[in-house]
């Protein structure tokens, strides 16, 4: 039996449009290309000036569910980049560390030709945010936002008393993501709220966080342990906001309080009722403060 295929020309297929609120846009890109055989997943909504937001470790750009709509809402195009190794995003053997990060970053702005943006980032992602910023001198930014930022170093050092951790906890949880990888995520989720979470929020974070690649999860974690930004914070001339909840028990609220004495132009904004997971136990005051820094 033969099978006929007809081929039609790209003018006879239509192009895909969707209409929000009587205005008809083009369906975007949902995986962007940044080098061969590596896409990223990306969510792109709304309208306006651009947000975009970097996720922690080891999440995916789906952490910022509740906040996609109040931005959109607020009159921004919100873009939510998911890392290499995380989530939907490829999954490639190879670097995993902030340069890389960084580059990616980069490929997907250059990509999407944005220009003037607010470029946000929780936990590792705020360390990658940063380092972003000081490597490409703000390239297509307007704005910084470090949201319980793992910055700009997380591991104790003999010059650098602040953290919580020394390299040696953080090589522990290298070991147990190879070992037990579920208990390293347990060992993570003690630590994330500073109140009891609901079964459903504790369930949506697992699901993301098991999408991501073991290796990409252990490669991170080393950067996370080595990787050392301190020579980045002058380099950042953007303003700059830094939001941190004092319960926090992921990243010791003194390093949002070093970052606010060394970024020029910086504003330090302090939660008093969340832990490290302010974007949900805080959620209505942290997009209150997101918009009007944004708005500014």
């Known amino acids: 039996m033969g099978i006929f295929v007809v081929v039609t020309s790209c003018s006879d297929v239509p192009e895909k449009k969707e209409v929000i609120n009587d205005i008809t846009v083009k369906a975007r890109e949902e995986f962007i290309e940044v ?9 792109d909504l709304g309208e306006g000036n651009p947000v975009v937001l970097i996720h922690g470790y080891p999440l995916s750009d789906a952490m910022w569910e509740y906040q996609y709509h109040p931005l959109v809402k607020a009159g921004y195009r919100v873009i939510g980049i998911t890392l290499r190794g995380f989530g939907e995003s490829s999954k490639p053997y190879g670097k995993y560390d902030y340069d890389q990060f960084a580059d990616d970053i980069k490929a997907v702005l250059d990509h999407l030709n944005i ?6 980032g929780h936990s590792m992602g705020g360390a990658i945010a940063l380092h972003y910023t000081a490597k490409y001198n703000g390239a297509h ?12 170093c997380h591991t104790k050092r003999p010059d650098w008393s602040y953290p919580f951790f020394t390299k040696e906890d953080i090589t522990q949880w290298v070991n147990l993501n190879n070992n037990d990888r579920p208990a390293l995520l347990a060992a993570i989720g003690e630590r994330f709220a500073s109140s009891p979470v609901s079964p459903g929020i504790v369930n949506w974070l697992g699901t993301i966080e098991m999408q991501s690649s073991p290796y990409a999860m252990e ?17 950042i001339s953007i303003p700059t906001l830094i939001v941190h909840a004092l319960k926090d028990q992921v990243v010791a609220y003194e390093l949002a309080e070093q970052m606010n004495k060394r970024i020029a132009n910086s504003k330090l904004v302090t939660f008093e009722n969340s832990g490290h997971a302010i974007f949900f136990e805080e959620k209505d005051k942290f997009n209150e403060e997101l918009t009007n820094f944004i708005a500014k």
Not at 35 to 43: D, F, S
């Open 219 to 235: 490669q991170a974690l080393i950067a996370l342990r080595d990787e050392d930004l301190r020579d980045d914070l002058p380099k």
């Open 115 to 120: 220009e003037n943006a607010v470029l946000g």
């Open 141 to 152: 930014l307007s704005k910084l936002a470090l949201i319980s930022a793992a910055a700009p």
């Open 35 to 43: 080098e061969p055989n590596v896409k990223l997943h990306v969510t």
